[in-house]
C-alpha cells in the first residue's frame, strides 16, 4: 500500500547549528523500507556534520537556496545540482543565508549491487540542468535523469525528474523488483496508486512498494514536477494496457534549451537493464 504524506507535517529535530533534519521515509514508518529520505532545512549560518555510514550510499537534492559541502574541495549545491555521496563519506555542509536539501540513503547497498564492495563508487557532483530532456513518446511529459548507473558509478539507486504540464497524464503501471518514492518539487495534481486517486501537492512523499500500480495527473492549470528514486537501479515495469507502453526520445537539448553535457539514445521504461548510456 503506498504511502502519502507531506514534509511540511513532519516534526524536525536539531541536527548542528541553525539545522533541522526531517526524517521522512523510515523504517518506522514504512515497515521494511530500503529507502531512507530526510529533509534538511539549514537556517542563515547553519553548519552539520554529515557522514554516510560504511554499508551505505546517499545522495543529496538541492530544493532551494545554496549551500557548501567541503570535504577537502567545497563543493557548491544549489536546486540544480544532485551530489553522490560515497559509503564513509564525511563532510561539512553549511549554508550562509539558508538552504533546503534532500538527503538519501540506500542502507546495506551491496544487497543491490554486485561490485559494490570491489569497486565502491566515489563522490561525483551533477547540475542537472546540463543533462539531456527526454521526451515521452506518447504525450507531453519530460524526463531527466538525476542519479545512474553512468552517472554514479553504481546499480543500488535510480533517480529522475518528471515533468507533466497542465493536464498531462501517464499510463497506469507497476514495477517488480524496485520499490521506490517521489517527492513533489512544484505543481499539483493526482496520484492514483491500485486506481484509488490522492490529490498531492508541493513537498509530497509518495512511496510505493513493490508491484503497486500507480500513475499520475498534474493539475488542469497547474504543471506537476517531482523527483523520483528506485532501489535497485534496475527493475521490470509492467503497464495495464500494453499499447501504453513508454519510450523517452532525446530532445538534444538541455532544459534550458542549450546542448546538453552528453547524448542518451531513445530507449522505453520497459527495458529491465539500464541503457548503457543512461
Known amino acids: 500500500m503506498a504511502t502519502i504524506f507531506n514534509a511540511g507535517a513532519v516534526a ?5 547549528k541553525a539545522i533541522t533534519r526531517q526524517h521522512l521515509l523510515t523504517e518506522a514508518r514504512v515497515p521494511g523500507t530500503g529507502i531512507l529520505l530526510d529533509r534538511l532545512l539549514l537556517g542563515a549560518g547553519g553548519e552539520a556534520r554529515l557522514t554516510v555510514p560504511a554499508t551505505s550510499v546517499a ?7 545554496q549551500a557548501l559541502l567541503a570535504h577537502g574541495d567545497t563543493q557548491t549545491l544549489s536546486d540544480a545540482h544532485v551530489a553522490f555521496l560515497p559509503p ?4 561539512t555542509l553549511s549554508a550562509e543565508r539558508g538552504a533546503t536539501l534532500l538527503y538519501g540513503e540506500i542502507p546495506n547497498a551491496a544487497r543491490f549491487d554486485p561490485n559494490f564492495k570491489q569497486n ?5 557532483l551533477a547540475d542537472w540542468t ?26 543500488a539507486v535510480k533517480g529522475e525528474m518528471i ?3 497542465p493536464g498531462t497524464a501517464a499510463a497506469n503501471h507497476h514495477h517488480e523488483g524496485a520499490e521506490h518514492f517521489m517527492y513533489v518539487l512544484r505543481g499539483r495534481g493526482t496520484v492514483y496508486t491500485n486506481e484509488k486517486p490522492y490529490p498531492v501537492r508541493q513537498g509530497d512523499v509518495i512511496y510505493y512498494p ?4 500507480h500513475y499520475l495527473e498534474a493539475a488542469a492549470n497547474e504543471e506537476l514536477v517531482f523527483a523520483e528514486f528506485f532501489a535497485p537501479a534496475e527493475f521490470k515495469t509492467i503497464w495495464v494496457n500494453e499499447s501504453e507502453i ?9 532544459i534550458r534549451g542549450r546542448t546538453p553535457v552528453r547524448e542518451i539514445k531513445a530507449h522505453s521504461s520497459a527495458e529491465v537493464l539500464s541503457p548503457q548510456d543512461v
Not at 120 to 124: G, T
Not at 132 to 137: C, T
Open 163 to 165: 515533468i507533466y504540464p
Open 120 to 124: 565502491p563508487p566515489l563522490f561525483r
Open 88 to 91: 564513509g563519506f564525511s563532510a
Open 12 to 16: 524536525g529535530e536539531p541536527a548542528g
Open 210 to 213: 513493490d508491484r503497486e500500480r
Open 246 to 254: 513508454c519510450a523517452w526520445l532525446p530532445t538534444g537539448r538541455d
Open 130 to 155: 546540463r543533462e539531456p530532456v527526454l521526451d515521452s513518446e506518447h504525450d507531453a511529459r519530460k524526463r531527466i535523469y538525476l542519479v545512474t548507473p553512468k552517472l554514479f558509478g553504481t546499480k
Open 59 to 65: 545522495w543529496l537534492q538541492g530544493l532551494d537556496g
